[in-house]
């Protein structure tokens, strides 16, 4: 049973996850908004007031009898033969890197282009990178950093959008998967539960307790050939108790007692059941 300290440990942790991923999420709906104002600007508005300013000297020149030469437009300026840009034509702004500062002129959010392709990123006070969205030949990325700038969590989708993988990874930058999948750690970085495919194509659920070394203490398993296993561990990774459900429909049943020295095993096939088979390892 968990002490009231551990509970109020784990709240806090959740506590402390939440306002880190509202704080990236308000900065990236700001980076947005600025994007969208610089592109929404009024388009062209001093080449009215240059074409008539350069209309009525023409016509204090032609009064006084004297040829002035054309002048050179600014610029900005449109002449007579070009045209004027389309009705509700939103202003282009092109350039190879943005980069928002706060009041202080600190960097805190960068938009580039890279030799492999565009990258978005955001900074901390301390001008620590803490997010980065990009995309490359491979495909896109979305990663979250900690303090020591390695990532902490991580969402990878291809080019072709196969085998789509979301990782957590511990402070010291660990996988917590090596497969396709999804894998959950408590506030003391211990591994509480894994939902993964190995190889691409082999389903894993495993469940473990605080502390646990070796494997899950449950574990769900499905193999390509149809079987089915339901496994438990003890702490130390020792099997306890396992269902195993063949494609021939023939279900072993083991368990064994915590002090490793004695067994059961029961099988059961398709028509018929052999008797308890006990033994000593």
């Known amino acids: 049973m968990r002490t009231l300290e551990d509970r109020l440990q784990v709240l806090e942790c959740q506590f402390r996850r939440t306002k880190r991923i509202n704080r990236v999420l308000a900065t990236i709906l700001f980076v947005?908004?600025?994007?969208?104002?610089?592109?929404?600007?009024?388009?062209?508005a001093s080449g009215q007031k240059a074409a008539s300013g350069q209309k009525a000297a023409s016509g204090q020149s032609a009064d006084s009898g004297q040829k002035?030469?054309?002048?050179?437009p600014e610029a900005g300026q449109r002449t007579q033969n070009q045209v004027p840009p389309a009705h509700g034509r939103l202003r282009t702004v092109e350039a190879d890197q943005f980069v928002l500062v706060d009041s202080s002129g600190r960097p805190r959010a960068t938009l580039v282009v890279n030799s492999d392709g565009p990258a978005l990123s955001m900074f901390d006070e301390k001008g620590q990178k803490k997010l980065e969205l990009s995309h490359t030949n491979d495909g896109s990325a979305l990663h979250l950093l900690d303090s020591n700038k390695s990532p902490v969590a991580s969402l990878h989708v291809p080019l072709d959008g196969a085998d789509a993988r979301l990782e957590l990874r511990s402070s010291q930058g660990s996988s917590l998967t090596k497969s396709t999948g999804v894998?959950?750690?408590?506030?003391?970085?211990?591994?509480?539960?894994?939902?993964?495919?190995i190889n691409g194509n082999f389903p894993v659920l495993g469940i473990?307790?605080?502390g646990q070394t070796g494997p899950p203490s449950v574990e769900i398993t499905a193999s390509d050939d149809g079987s089915r296993h339901l496994k438990m561990h003890d702490e130390a990774g020792y099997p306890l108790f396992?269902?195993?459900a063949a494609k021939n429909a023939t279900t072993t049943l083991s368990m064994s007692h915590p002090d490793h020295e004695r067994s059961?095993?029961?099988?059961?096939?398709?028509?018929?059941?052999?008797g308890p088979v006990i033994w000593a390892p």
């Open 32 to 44: 947005i908004a600025c994007l969208v104002g610089v592109q929404s600007t009024a388009p062209y």
């Open 68 to 72: 002035t030469p054309p002048s050179i």
């Open 183 to 197: 894998s959950v750690k408590d506030c003391n970085e211990n591994q509480r539960l894994l939902l993964a495919l």
């Open 208 to 210: 473990s307790q605080s």
């Open 242 to 244: 396992s269902v195993s």
């Open 264 to 274: 059961l095993q029961i099988s059961a096939g398709a028509k018929e059941m052999d």
